[in-house]
């Protein structure tokens, strides 16, 4: 199955130099270095026990870690659930997830 991930993986053979992402930050990747970037994020993930099927919630403001993060853990396996920034720590500790009382693995 093709993803995003396959995508950003053959503009970077094809354009390695060429700007990927950048955000309001001033940060900014090439395609290569997102690259590189995506599969030091998948390897720590995998390092962290996430693999293939694991809902893996992520807390970010948009910015090229975000992406990084998310990228990542597709290619780790896992499926990234966005979680809204904005929540106070109380409000995310309260929020029953989705997926609560189910297997966490998704086939």
């Given at each position: 199955?093709?993803?995003l991930?396959?995508v950003?993986e053959w503009?970077?053979?094809?354009?390695p130099?060429?700007i990927?992402l950048?955000d309001?930050?001033g940060?900014e990747?090439?395609?290569?270095?997102?690259r590189?970037?995506?599969?030091a994020?998948?390897?720590?993930?995998?390092?962290?026990g996430?693999?293939?099927?694991?809902?893996v919630?992520?807390?970010a403001?948009?910015q090229?870690g975000?992406?990084?993060?998310?990228?990542?853990?597709?290619?780790?396996?896992?499926?990234?659930?966005a979680?809204n920034w904005?929540?106070?720590?109380?409000?995310?500790?309260?929020?029953?997830?989705?997926?609560?009382?189910?297997?966490?693995?998704v086939?």
């Amino acid at each position: 199955m093709l993803s995003l991930v396959h995508v950003a993986e053959w503009r970077a053979s094809v354009n390695p130099d060429q700007i990927a992402l950048t955000d309001d930050r001033g940060a900014e990747l090439t395609y290569a270095g997102l690259r590189t970037a995506v599969e030091a994020s998948a390897a720590a993930f995998a390092a962290a026990g996430a693999g293939p099927g694991d809902i893996v919630p992520i807390m970010a403001r948009n910015q090229v870690g975000w992406v990084t993060a998310m990228l990542g853990l597709i290619r780790a396996g896992a499926l990234p659930a966005a979680v809204n920034w904005r929540l106070a720590a109380p409000e995310v500790a309260t929020r029953e997830p989705y997926w609560a009382g189910r297997d966490r693995r998704v086939s």
